[in-house]
């Protein structure tokens, strides 16, 4: 009973097992696997984040058109023998004081400098979101070659076990065959030596299917390549009909699209701009600035002064027979009285402003401006080269690939019609093999012509489909299979 028992509860636990061990083997189609590269590159981030730089630096330079504007505070206490910073006496009281102030200033003109250094910026920035375009079709284009070649393994794989089934039944009926009488020993030992041979191919092929998923985890990201397994579409009919386009025409579609293309005008735009911006420091500056100031200090007293009559004062007597008393005139004076200055007033009194145009005319500043100028002149020139290039380079891989899928498409017509004849010639060899007909070596010969015939047809198929994607990818449409 409790055997039984036992039983009942392992079934459920080897079902959820086999469940669990069935959901971790995730079978990843192409198009997965390039979202997948996207989203983790570390170089797709990194470029992510020279977006966000260029952005910056296009939004600081806008910025920089507007008025700047600081201010400032400082504070101080001193003691013994020194100046009043506000009274200007010498004194020997302890002096404490504070100074605060702001200030503002803007460019009236500077030869447009600013507003083109906002376009060459803008320009860097448009470039950036093109670089990072392309670098996306990179990877979307080596995750596709890259999962091109396992189905290529994947198939050489196949191609290898079967040779290997074909050898191991040769194997078995050499051996009844000596084992009868009807063939001698060397016969199975040659047999059993292209087994042998047939298994080294077969651990080949098994190591360049290995290979070919090591080689698409790591442009994943992912940490190991056990149990990666990709989704087989189906292959089995070759559409040719992106070779009926010529390669001029593929070449305008593509020139007006594609990113690296879009990047370099953008960046012969931005060095135009950053031309004009080296022109303008030829150009007199004019700005306007403001500040205003003001201060304390606990020395500094305030005076009031009171208004008051000065009577007649008696100042002597006329030289005279009979001296006379000699006054003087009635007059107003002031009576001084000293109090505390308070902070508040002091801010109000002490305040100082000024307004002032300025104007910078360059005259000689070393030849500074003028190799500026001319620096520029040649980044204009070497970014019109480098448009040029990328637009010759362009049209170059077009028109190899497009003359590699031709290539491959007609290797393929061949290789299948040979693969065809083959495959019947190796059928008639092999029952005349049975019979003892054909001796083994004549036999090996066969079966190797076979499986070279088949990788030859299997490798013009998937060159054909790799550089057919690759047009179809300059018309503008997703690598997909």
């Not at 050489?156 to 076990?161: D, F, N, P, S, T």
């Not at 025409?249 to 293309?261: G, M």
């Not at 305030?302 to 006329?318: A, H």
């Not at 054909?464 to 690759?470: G, P």
Request: hydrophobic share 40%; charged share 20%.
């Amino acid at each position: 009973m409790k055997r039984k028992f036992l039983k009942y509860l392992f079934i459920p636990i080897f079902i959820l097992f086999s469940v669990s061990w069935v959901q971790s083997q995730k079978v990843w189609t192409l198009v997965e696997c390039v979202q997948y590269a996207l989203e983790h590159n570390l170089t797709v981030k990194q470029q992510k984040i020279n977006i966000d730089y260029a952005g910056n630096t296009y939004t600081q330079s806008k910025v920089a058109i507007l008025p700047n504007l600081n201010g400032g505070a400082s504070g101080s206490t001193s003691s013994g023998y020194s100046v009043d910073p506000f009274t200007y006496d010498y004194t020997e009281e302890n002096v404490k004081s504070a100074n605060f102030s702001i200030n503002s200033s803007v460019t009236l003109f500077a030869g447009f400098q600013k507003m083109n250094t906002i376009a060459a910026n803008k320009y860097n920035l448009h470039a950036a979101l093109a670089d990072y375009e392309k670098l996306k079709n990179d990877i979307s284009i080596n995750v596709s070659t890259a999962y091109l070649q396992i189905l290529f393994a994947e198939e050489i794989l196949a191609v290898a076990e079967k040779q290997l089934e074909i050898t191991d039944l040769q194997v078995k009926q050499t051996k009844k065959l000596v084992d009868a009488g009807s063939l001698a020993k060397g016969s199975l030992l040659e047999v059993q030596a292209q087994q042998a041979s047939d298994e080294l191919q077969l651990v080949n092929a098994e190591n360049q299917l290995n290979l070919a998923f090591l080689t698409m985890t790591q442009l994943l990201e992912l940490g190991t390549a056990d149990d990666f397994r990709i989704a087989r579409p189906n292959l089995e009919e070759l559409d040719e009909s992106i070779l009926a386009q010529p390669v001029l025409s593929i070449y305008n579609e593509a020139i007006t699209r594609l990113p690296q293309v879009k990047s370099a005008e953008y960046n012969l735009l931005s060095a135009k701009k950053n031309l004009a911006v080296a022109k303008g420091s030829h150009s007199p500056r004019l700005s306007i600035s403001g500040s205003y100031y003001t201060g304390y200090s606990n020395n500094r007293m305030k005076y009031l002064f009171t208004e008051k009559v000065v009577p007649p004062q008696l100042i002597g007597y006329t030289d005279s027979e009979v001296p006379q008393q000699v006054y003087t005139y009635e007059s107003y004076g002031f009576d001084q009285t000293e109090q505390e200055y308070s902070f508040k007033d002091q801010f109000k009194d002490n305040a100082y402003k000024s307004l002032s145009i300025n104007l910078s005319i360059p005259i000689f500043n070393n030849l500074n401006t003028y190799y500026g100028v001319e620096n520029s002149k040649l980044n204009v020139m070497n970014n019109e080269l480098m448009l040029d290039q990328t637009k010759n380079l362009l049209y170059k891989e077009i028109q190899q690939a497009h003359a590699d899928a031709v290539a491959a498409l007609k290797k393929f017509d061949a290789s299948e019609k040979s693969l065809s004849a083959m495959e019947e010639s190796f059928r008639y060899t092999n029952q005349k093999f049975d019979v003892g007909l054909v001796n083994i070596v004549d036999f090996n010969v066969a079966k190797s012509q076979l499986a070279q015939t088949e990788s030859e047809q299997l490798k013009a198929k998937y060159e054909f489909l790799f550089k057919t994607s690759i047009l179809e990818f300059y018309r503008g449409k997703t690598v997909n299979l």
